[in-house]
């Protein structure tokens, strides 16, 4: 994480320094891309330092706290750099960045944790891939209810990020024909929803069910329904937009918990030896389903943009009918979490705490 932060902070110092009025759409790209790049590596990085600093249900506080962190940047961020932007210009902001980018990579000096440092073979490239398929094996083998709630936490950013990220602009703008203010307004509210989500799961840690998150996936698409009915409705453009705000907010909601306790599910089934690879595995396959869901929504937004309640309440009925028809699969999850709990006298919250003892 040190060294991520320090060469993001190197690369924005380099691009303020050769930043002119003839390169700088180049330049900007550019440089988004390279610290979309650097923040891919981070993000496990950060995943999989969590549970080696925390146990059982704090795990999952530690997550809350990190994605509320995240969803108050992502919301603050964009308001304060426009401020910023305005009153001082690009190359300050920059720099500030830079500063940023450093004072975070200093805080993370103060950092402790165990190394789990495994036996490397051969060279780079040949360590890399090795890494890869302990990974792949450990999910495909050893941990498939891992592997089965990888690919359900996947398959909810596909259809969330999709409806939301196309969808609620083309609903606000396109559809209702508003202005700019009421797109940025619900795009707001659901931003705020994320936020209360972390909060809700922070506070529910320690008394939260596994079973119940198969509800929380189904209330995933059973948020779409207002939005979809409003449009079938004859409602005008303001209570059609209410609905829409409300839709997004509480499928926000719900998607912040889920994310949440999966990831903490995820951890604690993971040795730590493991933690990285299998984090690694889990922000890609999530951050893939992202980009997909929003060019199948695109697409399926353009075709019906005459009627896009066939959008939404399909969509909705979909998620909600995977939800439901995953109650047997949690509670199986949970049955094995309250059968480790019993066999190992409430030590370890999980196999792998069990695997790391041993």
Known sequence: MVFLDVLAGGVVLCAALALTEQNAILLIGTLMIVLSVLGAFETPTVQACIPMMLTGGNITKGNAVVNQAASLSSLAAPALGGVFYAMFGLEPVMFASVACFFLTALAECFIRLGEQRGKKEGG?????????AIGIRFL???????LHLLL???????????VTVVGLP?????VLGLGAEYAGAAESVSAVAVILGSGTAGLLAEKWKTGRLAFVLAAMGASLFPAGAAFLLPFGAGARYAAVAASF???SLAVSIFSIFAVSLIQQ?????????VMAHTAAVTLCAQP???MAYGFLFDIFRNSVAA???????????VGLFSVGFFRGFEAKETRDMGTFGGEFTSDRGRRDCL
Do not use: H, K, Y
């Open 124 to 132: 780079l490239f040949s360590g890399v891939w090795n890494d890869f």
């Open 140 to 146: 495909l083998q050893e941990e498939r209810d891992i």
């Open 152 to 162: 359900l936490a996947a398959g909810s950013r596909f259809f969330v990020m999709g």
């Open 170 to 174: 083309f609903l606000v703008r396109t």
């Open 249 to 251: 907010f509480g499928m």
């Open 269 to 277: 089934r993971t040795p730590n030896v493991l933690m990285g690879r």
């Open 292 to 294: 997909l869901g929003q």
């Open 311 to 321: 959008v939404l309440i399909p969509t909705g009925i979909f998620v909600c009918a």
